[in-house]
Every structure is written in structure tokens, then in C-alpha cells.
């Protein structure tokens, strides 16, 4: 098939969206001259019509944005355009062609992305789609990679896929997360000691003798006597507010639900004032006081956020680790260190509640420390050696214990075969007869079928990559040749070197500093 020496990338419906685009310009030219020209010329509505046409000005710009898009590759480069920028990336610049997924909140969104060699990022505004399956944009980056083939120098043979999930996922919003919730349980912790001394004081606060001065008033307890005007309990988010009678001692004061519904107008009250603030509201029926946040409360909130702010920066640690491997390369699970967070939260959050202010100045507040750091030490070297990135193929077959009895292994053919057919096979089974597809996980054989190791060979074993999304993080991928269609297994490390070794199949692992191994790819068809 003879491809096409050049593509070219343009909306849907890009007609019909130009012309509403314009119509939408117009309209919202229309509105700001309403809004500029002196109001007796357009009447009493002239506030409507210009909101509304500024309103659809704006949905014109970005429709105009959607519309005047379009992307172009030819021998030259990629070019792309839009309606206030253009972009164009020689070949000699492009690395690689791939596609980036963003997470959405109902479907995920493929757009794809011009990997530079300067190491920076360009994404196209064409193609894109929110569907799994999608004919047409799968063409469409087949013609683009084939673009690149000709006239440029491709680094990968397949086509990347970068998700959520791989190496090369972004970092800024990690780091700028980490130092947010850093910063907030600096400040709630900087406000640790201060609540803890304003409890203190509260709680040693007297009633102001006569011969007080004025000045040394705002620290001892002054309770006057006040009439309540009215009182609006709000339910929900709203604040309920009590207003006294001649705006004495204040106008209003900001109280709970309960309170607003303890108090009616005409009741004669107490308030207590300290520090120039109401705290106290008391009746014949009913008592209000202010409620002051405890130095525990917000010593565990600095310690929530501190927990909080770990797990942002082990997903960084994750991608730190994982810098040698290919962008498309899925790296393995942040939840064990989650989960090492989780079992802190169990010791660390008791103990600030508890002793907010004496952390260390205490026998039992030390060894509690001693313990519970312990402990979490203890699950973090356990995270740290369960989210290891592993070499494909690893451990070796020396290191495999041999198979003995009837064993079933969890393991996935990804393709549809005579020995796997629909992929229904979740369970390989090994001993007691030849290796087979189950889909269950045992005992017996039941709706087995033989795996043909006699026609299979194995062209390399690696790391999952980002466009697959059926295999699990920590699993490994043979790539196996089944009399010429290619066919993949996955399983854990050990339990794919298990069944490769059952099936007598020799392999070659692909390094994270190894080339890409060549694929197959559908023919180029230009749009």
C-alpha cells in the first residue's frame, strides 16, 4: 500500500462551525457597542442585550478556537494551527508521536502529543476523541507515525501511550500539591501553641473587679446585662446571628443553630465579653458559649495535612525511581506507601490529639514515638521493596521454585485465540498434565485448554506500557509469537518466568535502557 506523502487534521462539521462562530462574533460585537453607546439609545434593556451579547461573544471566541483548528503534517514537519497561534515542528526536532490520556470525569480523552528531543512536550489540538474505540483517530495517528517514518527519525517503534499510569506523567501538579498541604500543616502547627495558650487563659479568666482599668479589662471576664431583639437561626451552611435591643452590647453576634433556637425576642440576657469579643450568652432556659477549637484539634489537622502531603511526594519518588524506564512504561502502585500513611495515621493522630503541646517532654509521649515510628519504619522498607522496579524477567529460573502438584497461576492471554478464545482464560494451570487456559482458579481442570507451546516462541519480556490497560502494575508482559500472529501473556514476575519455563520457551528481557523492539503497526491512511 503506497502512503500518503502528506495529512491533514480538521474538526468535524468545521463548516458549519465557522459560520456559527461568525454569526456568534457578530452578536457579541453587537453587545459590547450596546454596551459602550449611551444608554437612551437602547432603552431600559440595554443591560440585558449587552450581557447576553458579551456572554455570546465569549462562546463564539472559543467555538471560533474549535472551528479554525487544524493540524498538517507534509515533508516538512507537523504543522498545527489554531485561531490566535500557530505552531510548526520540523521532523528533525520530533523524538516521537504518541498519545496522552487524560482522565475525565466520565470518559477518558486520547489526544496526541509531539515528544520533542529538547525534552519538551507539544500537544496537537487535532486528533483527539473521548472514546475507547475510535476508527478514525487511530488512522489518523497511524498516518502521522508514518509521517514520521519517512521523513524523520522515530525513537520507539510502537506507538506510546502515556496515561495516569506511566513514567512520564506529569509532575508540576504533584510538586505544587505537596508544598500546599506542607505549607497548611506548617501553619496549622504554627497555630498549635497559641489556641493551647488562648484556652488557658480563657479557662483562668476572672470577673473584672470594680477598680479594673480599662485597658486590663480585655482580659478578665465584664458581664452586662441585654435584651435580645430577634434571633434568625439559619440551617445548613448559613450563619444564625442573635441582635440585641439598641445595639447593646453589640448589634448582632454570630451563634450556632442551637443557639439562635435556645433565644426569642424580648428575653433578657447575660453576656459575658473577654478580649472584646461576646463568649458568653446566657438566659433563663438557655446557655450559648462561644466554642474555642482545642489545641488537639488543630494539632491533628497539621498532622492530617503533613500525612496528606507524603502521598503527593511518594508518587514523586515513584517517578523518580522510575526515570531510566520509556515514558509509556506503567510504573508500579503508590498504595503501599499509602498504606504505611494510613497505619502512622493510626499512632501519630491519637497522640497529637492527646498531648498537642508535650510531644517529647513526657515518658510516655517518647515511647509511644519510639513505637509507632518503629513500626512505620518497619512498613516502609516493606513499600519500598513491594513498589521496586523489577527487571523484566526477574527473578531467573534458578531462583523459581519448580512446579509440584496441580498450580494455578494468575495470568492473561490478551489476545483472542483457539486456546483462549474470547480471553476468557483468567488462570494458567501447570503439573499434571500439559500447561493450559482456565478460567477459574481451581482445583481441577475443568473447561481447560492446552496451551500449544510447540508453536509459540518468545520475542522479549518487558514492562506493561500505558496503552494496556487490562494488565495489572506490578505484572510483566512476554511478547510471544504464535506461527506468526503476535500473541501476549502477563502475569506477575515470578509466575510468567514460572509458566515460560513450564512451556519450554527461552526468552530475552528488554532492559529500561534497551532499544524498543520493533511492532507492528495498521497502514497509514491519510484524512
Not at 512476554?478 to 526468552?507: C, F, M, N, S
Amino acid at each position: 500500500m503506497t502512503e500518503a506523502s502528506e495529512m491533514t487534521c480538521r474538526p468535524l462539521m468545521h463548516r458549519a462551525g465557522r459560520w456559527c462562530a461568525g454569526s456568534g462574533a457578530a452578536v457579541g460585537v453587537w453587545g459590547v457597542l450596546t454596551v459602550l453607546l449611551p444608554t437612551g439609545s437602547w432603552g431600559k434593556w440595554w443591560v440585558l442585550w449587552g450581557t447576553l451579547g458579551a456572554t455570546v461573544g465569549l462562546v463564539a471566541v472559543l467555538l471560533g478556537c474549535w472551528a479554525t483548528a487544524r493540524v498538517r503534517a507534509d515533508a516538512y514537519g507537523v504543522h498545527s494551527r489554531m485561531l490566535l497561534r500557530r505552531r510548526s515542528v520540523p521532523w528533525g526536532d520530533l523524538a516521537d508521536v504518541r498519545v496522552r490520556v487524560q482522565r475525565a470525569r466520565h470518559s477518558d480523552v486520547r489526544r496526541v502529543e509531539l515528544a520533542l528531543r529538547n525534552g519538551r512536550h507539544l500537544r496537537l489540538p487535532l486528533p483527539q476523541t473521548a472514546r475507547h474505540d475510535d476508527p478514525p483517530f487511530d488512522s489518523e495517528v497511524a498516518a502521522l507515525r508514518a509521517l514520521h517514518r519517512r521523513y524523520g527519525t522515530p525513537e520507539t517503534k510502537h506507538l506510546p501511550v502515556v496515561s495516569y499510569r506511566t513514567a512520564a506523567r506529569g509532575r508540576r501538579w504533584l510538586v505544587v500539591l505537596c508544598v500546599l498541604l506542607a505549607a497548611g500543616a506548617g501553619l496549622a502547627a504554627w497555630y498549635v501553641p497559641r489556641a493551647d495558650a488562648q484556652k488557658r487563659a480563657w479557662q483562668a479568666a476572672v470577673p473584672c473587679a470594680a477598680d479594673t482599668p480599662a485597658a486590663a479589662r480585655g482580659e478578665c471576664l465584664t458581664t452586662v446585662p441585654a435584651v435580645i431583639a430577634r434571633s434568625e437561626p439559619e440551617g445548613g451552611k448559613g450563619a444564625s446571628s442573635l441582635y440585641f435591643v439598641d445595639g447593646r452590647p453589640v448589634r448582632r453576634v454570630d451563634v450556632s443553630y442551637e443557639g439562635a433556637q435556645g433565644f426569642t425576642a424580648g428575653d433578657r440576657v447575660e453576656v459575658t465579653l473577654w478580649r472584646g469579643r461576646i463568649r458568653v450568652v446566657a438566659g433563663e432556659g438557655h446557655v450559648w458559649r462561644e466554642h474555642m477549637t482545642p489545641a488537639g484539634d488543630v494539632a491533628v489537622i497539621a498532622a492530617g495535612l503533613a500525612l496528606a502531603a507524603a502521598y503527593p511526594a511518594a508518587l514523586l519518588l515513584m517517578r523518580r525511581r522510575g526515570r531510566r524506564l520509556a515514558p509509556d512504561d506503567v510504573l508500579p502502585s503508590a498504595l503501599p506507601f499509602a498504606g504505611v500513611l494510613a497505619a502512622t495515621a493510626v499512632w501519630l493522630l491519637p497522640l497529637c490529639f492527646l498531648h498537642p503541646t508535650i510531644l517529647f517532654s513526657s515518658r510516655t509521649t517518647i515511647v509511644w514515638w519510639v513505637v509507632g515510628s518503629l513500626v512505620s519504619l518497619g512498613l516502609l522498607g516493606w513499600a519500598w521493596g513491594a513498589t521496586r522496579i523489577r527487571t523484566p524477567g526477574e527473578p531467573g529460573p534458578d531462583r523459581v521454585a519448580p512446579v509440584r502438584g496441580e498450580t494455578f497461576l494468575a495470568a492473561r492471554f490478551l489476545e483472542h485465540t483457539d486456546y483462549n478464545p474470547h480471553g476468557f482464560g483468567t488462570h494458567v494451570v501447570l503439573g499434571d498434565g500439559p500447561p493450559a487456559v482456565v478460567p477459574h482458579g481451581g482445583p481441577g481442570r475443568f473447561m481447560a485448554k492446552r496451551i500449544p507451546a510447540e508453536r509459540l516462541t518468545v520475542v522479549h519480556v518487558r514492562r506493561a506500557r500505558g496503552g494496556e490497560e487490562a494488565v495489572r502494575r506490578s505484572w510483566h508482559v512476554a511478547d510471544l509469537d504464535d506461527a506468526g500472529t503476535p500473541v501476549r501473556l502477563t502475569a506477575a514476575p515470578a509466575d510468567l518466568v514460572r509458566i515460560l519455563r513450564e512451556l519450554g520457551l527461552a526468552y530475552e528481557p528488554v532492559l529500561p535502557s534497551a532499544s524498543e523492539p520493533t511492532a507492528n503497526e495498521p497502514p497509514a491512511t491519510a484524512t
